[in-house]
């Protein structure tokens, strides 16, 4: 053997017994960041909202992180202006599956990446549906719909456009988001004042891993369970699937996905993809080899990190 092919055959050896690349995960947040704390609110609802005779506080363990929210009774918005605005806003929608809102890597940290591009960001703090709430499966869309609402009615005190705003949504958030992007015109909520009269669409959705089926083996089984319950029947399975709702009314949607996810498989947008497709909606979809769940807006040095820049130039696109 020539010294090339030795080489080539150690190079071949090496490889075959080299393990996964180890990406570079920071510690994530544990507590609140001063950029959330700081942040000017807009409470979603004039007073109670739907369904609070169930409500009931839960106790939350010493050492949960306080980053992960828990017990919401008043939903709302914490809005990250920035310097240059664009005139589009953007409604992110953290993750948790369904039993917490993650508003560190999946609520900061979107809002100043978008921030720094010129939009306007209003994060979404909503209700569990496993918190008591009356109509669990509706509740977090009731507060999706009213965001989209208020957010609307306020766009000329923002100076956004009201027809350019779009949804971003993380994990469970990017099923809320998904299911926003599809079900807008769902009656979940009677209305409470003029912002109600407004729609509900999105310009857009943005989803970031999202659980989109809650249909089985490809769901995620506490988002599911803590949306629909126990037993949910298959029509309930169904109508919070959002890759079987999706119609000519349905938004455009950009999706990004690591395929070696193991908490939310690459299914879920890979068959939101083809139903889009199938539509002739307007679909963009990045697969990443890796990433893992959960990764927020990527981490440094990898692939990973550069979905932020492209979702907002598909924005800039749409727009």
């Known amino acids: 053997m020539t010294g090339g092919g030795a080489l080539l055959l150690a190079q071949a050896s090496a490889e075959e017994h080299r393990g996964p690349v180890e990406l570079p995960h920071p510690a994530p947040a544990r507590t609140l960041p001063s950029a959330w704390t700081t942040a000017s609110r807009i409470e979603l609802w004039p007073g109670e909202p739907p369904g609070r005779a169930g409500f009931a506080a839960k106790p939350v ?6 980053v ?6 008043r939903p709302d918005l914490h809005v990250f202006l920035p310097t240059q605005p664009n005139g589009h806003a953007v409604l992110v929608v953290p993750g948790g599956s369904y039993f917490f809102v993650s508003v560190a890597n999946e609520g900061v940290d979107p809002a100043l990446r978008l921030t720094a591009r010129g939009f306007t960001v209003f994060v979404l703090t909503y209700r569990l549906p496993g918190e008591g709430w009356e109509r669990r499966s509706d509740v977090p869309l009731q507060d999706a719909q009213r965001a989209m609402r208020v957010i609307r009615s306020q766009a000329s005190h923002f100076k956004i456009d009201p027809e350019r705003v779009s949804v971003l949504g993380f994990s469970a958030g990017g099923h809320l988001a998904a299911t926003l992007a599809t079900r807008h015109m769902e009656q979940t909520y009677a209305g409470v004042d003029g912002a109600d ?3 509900a669409r999105p310009f857009a959705a943005g989803l970031a891993y999202p659980v989109v089926t809650m249909r089985s083996p490809w769901t995620h089984e506490l988002s599911r369970k803590d949306l629909l319950g126990d ?3 298959d029509a309930q399975i169904e ?11 349905t938004s455009p949607v950009f999706t990004v996905h690591a395929m070696d996810d193991k908490a939310v498989p ?3 947008s890979l068959r939101l993809m083809d139903a889009m497709r199938q539509a002739r909606r307007p679909v963009e979809a990045h697969l990443l080899q890796e990433g893992g769940h959960a990764f927020g807006v990527g981490y440094p040095n990898t692939s990973s990190a550069l979905w932020p820049e492209s979702f907002c130039a598909w924005l800039e696109r749409l727009g």
């Not at 992960?68 to 009774?73: D, E, G, K, P, T």
């Not at 109508?239 to 009314?249: C, G, I, N, W």
Request: glycine share 4%.
């Open 266 to 268: 690459v299914e879920n």
């Open 239 to 249: 109508h919070r699937s959002a890759e079987l709702q999706v119609s000519d009314a």
């Open 68 to 73: 992960f929210l828990r017990n919401v009774a």
């Open 61 to 66: 363990p010493a050492d949960a992180p306080a």
């Open 197 to 199: 009269q407004l729609g």
């Open 231 to 233: 037993a949910p029947t």
